[in-house]
């Protein structure tokens, strides 16, 4: 049974990613400082697969605790590295904390790789490297425009990281993930997205408002070049895109990947404006999301959505999920979280 090292394998894609590994027969340790995370995510995991993934509280900025981790846990046999500082508006306000914790983590694991005989590598890249593309549905092949935050330019600098050390050593294969919009939560509504705080993500912001947590949502911008004036992105189910990383991971153990860095785009191949989400989900679930326009927040992307084709074609993955059951699962799960709160609720009074 092969091992499979997960950082950030505790948050919102990594957990969902987790649980298709270990049903699809691998041995799973996740790392995870629990920085956007929580301890209980295992819970949810063990319910659904059986199995108690082991678990590191490491921070992987910790060269050395890493090292300690690889030694305590030989042969690894690949990593998919999730484990990064995500969000737009803050690494705008603490760039330093994004350049330091997103690139130092991926600089100890490439340096660890070797030492620790572990050739294989996915990472979580974001369809934020191509900023606004010139061409829609975009491709891999598009032209990298220059970053709109340090967030996206921790994710650009990654994938340099990544192809440099390739070139400087052919030890090491690599498979980059550009993930469009994640969205959803688990069928079984035991996993899904905890964002710590107010929501930045459109999702977590719509479940929230849905269910009363938040007053309404504020649409950003109403005056897009787009049919109904909102912004339009490319979401995508969660548990598909976690099926990808095993794929990937499976491509790269059975020797399959055709050069030491391959890059897909995972999204649908269908862009979706921010009203039709919130009407979407309206529908499906039956409640509403008060909300408003406001104007335009900085730095977002008028329209992209993917070619999948490349993923689809190569991988042999393909986005499966309807938006109208992947909404239902957000929502579901939405649900459990305020169960969850009313029976902490009653069990304290
Ligand atoms: N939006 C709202 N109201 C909100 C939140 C979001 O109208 O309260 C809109 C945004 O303006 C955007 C759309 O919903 O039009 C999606 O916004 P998200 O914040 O959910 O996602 P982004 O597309 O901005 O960002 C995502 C990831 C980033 C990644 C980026 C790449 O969160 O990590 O895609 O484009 F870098």
Redo the contacts with the bound molecule.
């Keep these: 049974m092969a091992k499979i090292l997960v950082t950030g394998g505790t948050g919102y894609i990594g957990s969902h990613t987790v649980v298709e590994l270990q049903k699809a027969g691998f041995e799973v340790i996740i790392v995870d400082n629990l920085s956007n995370s929580n301890i209980d995510v295992l819970n949810g995991i063990e319910k659904i697969t059986g199995i108690r993934p082991v678990f590191e509280n490491i921070d992987c900025v910790d060269y050395v605790a890493l090292d300690r981790m690889f030694e305590k846990h030989p042969g690894i046999d690949a990593i998919i590295h999730f484990a990064a500082s995500?969000a737009?508006g803050e690494s705008v306000e603490k760039p330093l904390m994004y350049y330091r914790n997103n690139l130092t983590s991926l600089i100890n694991l490439q340096q660890l790789m070797p030492i620790h005989k572990v050739k294989n590598f996915v990472f979580s890249s974001?369809?934020?490297v191509y900023g606004q593309p010139d061409e829609l549905p975009v491709t891999e092949n598009a032209p990298i425009k220059p970053a709109l935050s340090p967030?996206?330019n921790t994710?650009q600098i990654c994938e340099e990281i990544i192809q440099d050390t390739a070139h400087s050593n052919s030890f090491y294969r690599s498979i980059i993930l550009r993930y469009f919009?994640p969205i959803g939560a688990h069928p079984s509504a035991e996993i899904g997205e905890l964002p710590n705080g107010v929501?930045?993500?459109?999702?977590p912001?719509v479940t929230q408002t849905a269910i009363g947590l938040r007053k309404e949502?504020?649409?950003?911008?109403s005056d897009y070049n787009t049919p109904d004036g909102?912004?339009i992105?490319d979401y995508i189910n969660v548990v598909d895109l976690a099926k990808a990383h095993v794929i990937a991971v499976k491509r790269l153990l059975e020797e399959k990947a055709e050069k030491a860095v391959e890059i897909f785009n995972l999204g649908t191949g269908r862009g979706l404006s921010?009203l039709e989400i919130i009407k979407t989900f309206e529908k499906v679930n039956g409640v509403a999301v008060p909300h408003q326009f406001v104007g335009r927040?900085e730095g977002?992307?008028e329209q992209?959505w993917a070619d999948p084709t490349y993923a689809n074609n190569v991988l042999g993955w393909k986005a499966e999920e309807t938006v109208e059951d992947t909404l239902k699962s957000a929502w579901a799960w939405e649900t459990k979280l305020a169960q969850q709160r009313a029976e902490k609720k009653s069990s304290e009074e």
Excluded: E, Q
């Design positions: 995500k737009v974001s369809c934020t967030y996206g994710k919009n929501p930045n993500n459109l999702l912001f949502l504020k649409v950003f911008g909102t912004c992105r921010v927040r977002d992307i992209v």
